[in-house]
Structure formats: structure tokens, C-alpha cells
């Protein structure tokens, strides 16, 4: 092959860089236009550029080289290096993993900045004992309510098939009395198509890359939590990096969190802008279903307490204490 005599000739010339690049793959559960997916790709580039070509992640997003809920146990396994997931999907593992995606725990970036230094080390703790280390956690902008109808109280919320991302959301829909329906993201226009689901809690990111406007007419903006995506990665394929590789991984994914952060901050306003631009009428929850959000919430943080172990209780206390 021409590309491989070639390559070989620049190195025993010593014009290229390492003769043999390490290989990783990255599979991700979101598409190319969500900025959590942009953002990594960028941490792939700069991880890249820092080794000179010696350590190349390709990037898998979508769901495309594995669905979302395998992605966690194929870096467990080995079968990829590194990958990306919806953190509080692992809550059935443990309660730790769950606390971001509890209503009205964390609504602001400052206070889900604070959540996250209280369970950062409780949740490395956990993924270590299954071999993996995670390198960034980015949020998501805060989570509102798309409906085909305004939305005045949560008793209007009842009956609908109701779009979830996690249990957290299968149960607050369950104790809004909809009917949840798990949907990955990249499946949202297609579940709203064809009747398989008519609302949905997401961000105003998820809300205009989906085209909402195209099934429902309302968006309102009930910033109730702000759950964070992880990348994490296979310890042992990280050990058998050399020195100076490891010091490009974890300087470009502390870059990563950075700007996710900062992308994150610039999206809910400007995605809302899109679909208010799109005609979905933005619409400031009413009092009363405020209240009745509340509500709801205040009894899944009780059966959050009622499952979490001792260590998860304390980020808690950790987050509200500070
Ligand atoms: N978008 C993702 C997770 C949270 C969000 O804002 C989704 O809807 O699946």
C-alpha cells in the first residue's frame, strides 16, 4: 500500500511522529449537532494535537457503534477505550449516580457546579471498582416541559404519554400520572410522529435539535434539574498509556469541562430563542404548577433517601451544607 510504504519511509527518515499511533474509539449517545458531542470532538482533536498523532480517538456518536445503554459496560469491558453517557442512567447501580437528575435539588449552574464537586469523588470511588475513571462531566442546560397544550397545572399533565430519558423521569411521570415511555434522544421526532409519545421533559438543546416545534406548540421552562453527560475511561487503557500521553488526556478533558460548561451556559438561551423563532409559544410556569412540580419532587428525593447508601446520603449533605 502507498499510504503505509510511505509512512514507513517519513519514520525511518525521522520526519514523522510515532511510527505506531495508539487506537481508541468513543462511542457517544448523542448527535452531531449537540454540543456535548461538539464538545468532545474538540477534546479529541486537542488530545490529538498535544501527542502529535500518538494517541487517535475516533468518536462514535449517536448511539451508532453502541446503543446508550451499553456504552458504560463497553468501556468496562474493553471492548472500547473511552465513551460518553447520560450520568444518572447508572442510578440502578446506585443512588450516588441518580442526585442531578432530582427536581429542584440543583436548578442553576452555580448549585449543579457544587453538586458535582460533592459527587464527583463518591461516584469516582464507585467507578473505579469497575475499572473505569471518568475524565469530564458536562450538564446539560436546565430541563423544561414541551407539551402540545399549555400546561397550567400538573393535573393537566395526566394521562399523557409522556417521553423519559431515565427512571428519574419514568417516575416523575408516573407520579404526574402520564404514562412514561423511554425514548433515546435521537428518536424524539420519530416516537412524537408516530404517537408513541405526545410530552416530554429535555433542554431547550435537545428541544431545538429534535425541531419541536414540528409535534408540540408549548415550551415551558420549569428548569427543574440540571443533569450532566460523563466520559469516562478504561483504566487499564489508560495506565498503558505512556507518561506524556496521560498528561494530554487529562489536560484536554479538564479544557473539555470548561467549555462544555461554558457551551452549556450559552445554549438555553439561545436554543429557546430557536424554537420561540420556530413558533413554539415560551410560556412562565404558573404557581400552581410550580407547587405541584414541587411536590412531586419532594417525594422522589424521599425515595431517593429511602434507596441511597450512606456515602450517597453525604453528597447530599455535602451539597446542602455548603
Ligand atoms: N437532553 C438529553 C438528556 C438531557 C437533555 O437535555 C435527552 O433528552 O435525552
Do not use: C
Amino acid at each position: 500500500m502507498m499510504m503505509k510504504h510511505a509512512a514507513a519511509f517519513a519514520v525511518a527518515m525521522g520526519l514523522a511522529g510515532p511510527a505506531l499511533a495508539v487506537e481508541w474509539n468513543m462511542p457517544t449517545p448523542y448527535g452531531d449537532k449537540t454540543f456535548h458531542t461538539v464538545n468532545i470532538r474538540e477534546f479529541a482533536k486537542d488530545v490529538k494535537a498535544a501527542t502529535g498523532g500518538a494517541l487517535n480517538i475516533t468518536v462514535h456518536s449517536a448511539g451508532s457503534l453502541f446503543p446508550h445503554a451499553q456504552i458504560k459496560n463497553a468501556v468496562r469491558s474493553g471492548q472500547v477505550q473511552i465513551g460518553e453517557f447520560f450520568l444518572s442512567r447508572l442510578s440502578n447501580e446506585d443512588a450516588a449516580f441518580g442526585i442531578d437528575s432530582q427536581p429542584f435539588v440543583a436548578t442553576s449552574y452555580d448549585d449543579a457546579a457544587r453538586l458535582w464537586a460533592a459527587q464527583k469523588p463518591v461516584i469516582t470511588r464507585l467507578l473505579a471498582k469497575q475499572g473505569l475513571m471518568p475524565l469530564f462531566s458536562v450538564p446539560w442546560p436546565a430541563q423544561g416541559l414541551y407539551t402540545k397544550n399549555e400546561v397550567k397545572t400538573v393535573a393537566d399533565l395526566a394521562g399523557l404519554r409522556f417521553r423519559a430519558y431515565n427512571a428519574a423521569l419514568e417516575e416523575f411521570a408516573t407520579l404526574a400520572k402520564a404514562s412514561p415511555v423511554q425514548v433515546e434522544a435521537p428518536d424524539i421526532p420519530q416516537a412524537f410522529a408516530t404517537g408513541q409519545v405526545q410530552a416530554m421533559i429535555t433542554s431547550p438543546s435537545t428541544g431545538a435539535n429534535s425541531k419541536a416545534w414540528d409535534f408540540v406548540n408549548y415550551y415551558t421552562p420549569i428548569n427543574a434539574w440540571v443533569p450532566k453527560n460523563i466520559v469516562v475511561v478504561n483504566k487499564a487503557a489508560f495506565d498503558a498509556l505512556p507518561a506524556d500521553a496521560q498528561k494530554a488526556v487529562l489536560d484536554a478533558a479538564a479544557k473539555a469541562e470548561k467549555r462544555g460548561w461554558d457551551m452549556s451556559k450559552a445554549e438555553a438561551a439561545a436554543k429557546t430563542k430557536i424554537m420561540a423563532d420556530n413558533g413554539m409559544k415560551i410560556v412562565q410556569p404558573s404557581p400552581e404548577l410550580m407547587k405541584g412540580l414541587r411536590e412531586i419532587g419532594a417525594k422522589m428525593l424521599e425515595n431517593w433517601k429511602a434507596k441511597a447508601s450512606p456515602e450517597a446520603l453525604e453528597i447530599l449533605k455535602t451539597y446542602q451544607g455548603g
